[in-house]
Antibody, heavy 117, light 110 residues
Framework: QVQLVESGGGLVKPGGSLRLSCTAS????????MSWIRQAPGKGLDWVSS????????YHADSVKGRFTISRDNAKHSLFLQMNSLRAEDTAVYYC??????????WGQGTLVTVSS | QSALTQPASVSGSPGQSITISCTGT?????????VSWYQQHPGTAPKLMIY???NRPSGVSNRFSGSKSGNTASLTISGLQAGDEADYYC??????????FGTGTKVTVL
């Protein structure tokens, strides 16, 4: 069955960096767009980034453009999110999701990122 | 890019039908047939319920249906059940950023 497992979350100070990973199994990873979606505590869903199958094209929300970078390693069935210059408002559960062309059909359980001094 | 507008809450009795609206603009909901709906129970990851406006993934009950008219998409839940009590989010592709989510709707089964 399809599994997406996120890791790399934690507590980081404002201005700091963090790299999230998502390990996929149960499907042909290289056949799918992949995405990151976040949810601040008690708030709604917020699309962050998406990447095409080969990784040749990436998309970022305006709120993270220039600070976050999505990437993937198809050989290792892995998706990444490099987060720099973190702000308090980036505090959220970050979900890895399969898809990004028209919808997100499978989601991981999420990893919590807390930005606080 | 502003979030799509959903009612904060919708409620209904068991067996009834309810409809959740998702209002955007011609640059998102009205411009693409890439509207999808997600169900989220507390403390869990979202689950895809409807994609491409009206398509149901395998395994999702046919009590869930989607539609779109102009800049507004809708999710209808018929034969409401206790397990349908959850938060529901719409999302649409957009011409400005890639995706925008709705504000979310809490469904309560009375």
């Amino acid at each position: 069955q399809v599994q997406l497992v996120e890791s790399g979350g934690g507590l980081v100070k404002p201005g700091g960096s963090l790299r999230l990973s998502c390990t996929a199994s149960g499907f042909t990873f290289s056949d799918y767009y992949m995405s990151w979606i976040r949810q601040a505590p008690g708030k709604g869903l917020d699309w962050v980034s998406s990447i095409t199958t080969s990784g040749s094209t990436i998309y970022h929300a305006d709120s993270v453009k220039g600070r976050f970078t999505i990437s993937r390693d198809n050989a290792k069935h892995s998706l990444f999110l490099q987060m720099n210059s973190l702000r308090a408002e980036d505090t959220a559960v970050y979900y890895c999701a399969r898809g990004g062309y028209s919808h997100f059909d499978k989601w991981g359980q999420g990893t919590l990122v807390t930005v606080s001094s | 890019q502003s979030a799509l507008t959903q009612p904060a809450s919708v409620s209904g009795s068991p067996g009834q039908s309810i409809t959740i609206s998702c209002t955007g603009t011609s640059t998102d909901v009205g411009g693409y047939n890439f509207v999808s709906w997600y169900q989220q129970h507390p403390g869990t990851a979202p689950k895809l319920m409807i994609y491409d406006v009206s398509n149901r993934p395998s395994g999702v009950s046919n009590r869930f249906s989607g539609s779109k008219s102009g800049n507004t998409a809708s999710l209808t839940i018929s034969g409401l059940q206790a397990g349908d009590e959850a938060d529901y989010y719409c999302t649409s592709k957009t011409s400005s950023s890639l995706y925008v989510f709705g504000t979310g709707t809490k469904v309560t089964v009375l």
